[in-house]
C-alpha cells in the first residue's frame, strides 16, 4: 500500500490480498496505528454531519469496521498457523509480520510449546519407574531451545486500569471492556491515550 493515509478503496485492496495469500502479506508498519486514525476520522465526520448524510456515513463505518475486521482475522489466522508451525519445528515465513503481531506470534509459540511439554512430561511420569525424578527444568530448556523468539521492537507496555471504561473499539479493532484493576497490554497508541485520559497507569516493566 501507499504512504498516504488510509481509505476505503486500499482497505478493500488489502482485505483481497489476504483473502487470496496464504502468507502473511506486506503491508504498511504502521497500518494498524493508520487504521486507527481513520476510524476516528469517520466517527468526527458523523458526529458533525448533517441528518439526511448521517445513514450513508453510518453504512460506510459499518462497512469500513467490517473490512478491518476481516483484514485482521485473515491476518490472526496465519499467526496462529506460523506459530503452531515454529513449535513443530517449522521455519514459516513471518518477514510481513507487524510489530503488533509479533507480541501475539510470541504468545502463541509459548503456549503451544508449554502445552507440548505438560503432555509429553505427564507421559514420562506414568510409564517411569517410581524412583526416577522428572527434571522439569532440563526438559524446559531442551524445548525453548528449538526455536528462536521474533525479536519485538517497540514491546506493548502493561498498564493498570483505575476506573471501568465502557465497551470500545481498539486500534486493532477489537472490542474492548475495561474493569478497574484490569492489568493488561495495549498497543502503544491505545495505552497512551488511556492514560491521558487518566484513566489508566502504566505499569514499570
Known amino acids: 500500500m501507499d504512504e498516504n493515509e488510509i481509505n476505503y478503496r486500499n482497505l478493500r485492496h488489502i482485505q483481497q490480498l489476504e483473502k487470496k495469500s496464504p502468507l502473511l502479506t506486506r503491508i504498511d508498519p504502521d497500518f494498524y496505528s493508520k ?7 469517520l466517527d468526527k465526520t458523523l458526529r458533525e454531519a448533517e441528518a439526511q448524510k448521517s445513514s450513508i456515513l453510518i453504512d460506510e463505518i459499518q462497512n469500513t469496521r467490517r473490512i478491518a475486521n476481516s483484514i485482521y482475522e485473515f491476518r490472526e489466522k496465519k499467526i496462529v498457523q506460523a506459530a503452531l508451525s515454529t513449535a513443530r519445528g517449522g521455519k514459516p515465513d513471518l518477514k510481513n509480520l507487524l510489530d503488533e503481531e509479533k507480541t501475539l506470534y510470541n504468545a502463541l509459540v509459548d ?23 522428572v527434571t522439569g527444568n532440563k526438559n524446559h530448556d531442551s524445548i525453548d531451545n528449538k526455536y528462536d523468539y521474533v525479536n519485538v521492537k517497540n514491546v506493548n507496555p502493561i498498564v493498570r486500569i483505575t476506573q ?18 484490569d492489568v493488561l497490554t495495549l498497543p502503544k497508541e491505545m495505552s497512551k491515550t488511556l492514560i491521558e485520559r487518566g484513566v489508566a497507569k502504566q505499569i514499570k516493566q
Open 164 to 181: 471501568d471504561i465502557p465497551e470500545f473499539i481498539g486500534i486493532d479493532t477489537k472490542k474492548y471492556l475495561l474493569k478497574k484493576e
Open 111 to 133: 503456549i503451544i510449546m508449554e502445552a507440548r511439554k505438560k503432555i509429553f512430561n505427564k507421559e514420562k511420569m506414568e510409564t517411569a519407574d517410581s524412583n526416577e525424578t
Open 35 to 41: 487504521l486507527a486514525r481513520y476510524l476516528d476520522r
